[in-house]
């Protein structure tokens, strides 16, 4: 599959037996429908790299979707407080979009919130 960002392509990576497609290029993933909140609950992302988007702008960019090829335009959907990440997801697959560096950010606030969690 073509990247939603960038030139690059996509190549599939396992992490704990559930398949994602990353980029070699931006690092961006794809995520299919429920795969990216399965990925969280194993908290293990080592095997994903985890660099940081460097080419501005990619989450300003509305592409279609790598998966289905989507009716329009993929769209943000959330935005997490305290950090710059935003998820792009996909109308009709319901697939989801991390830029580069973002599962990491993502990662780190679920651990702080399952912290927290213990103490409420």
Known sequence: MECVKCDGQLERVTVEEIEVDQCVTCS?????????????????ISTLKNEVDNNQGHDAQKEKCPR?????????????KNAEV????????YGQ????????????????????GLFK
Do not use: P
């Open 28 to 44: 961006g993933i794809w995520f299919d429908f429920g795969e990216l909140e399965k990925i969280l609950d194993t908290g293990s």
């Open 68 to 80: 289905c090829g989507g009716v329009g335009n993929m769209v943000q959907v959330t935005s997490l």
């Open 86 to 93: 935003h998820i792009d997801s996909c109308s009709v697959c």
């Open 97 to 116: 979009w991390l830029d580069g560096g973002e599962l990491e950010e993502i990662a780190d606030q679920s651990f702080i919130a399952k912290i927290r």
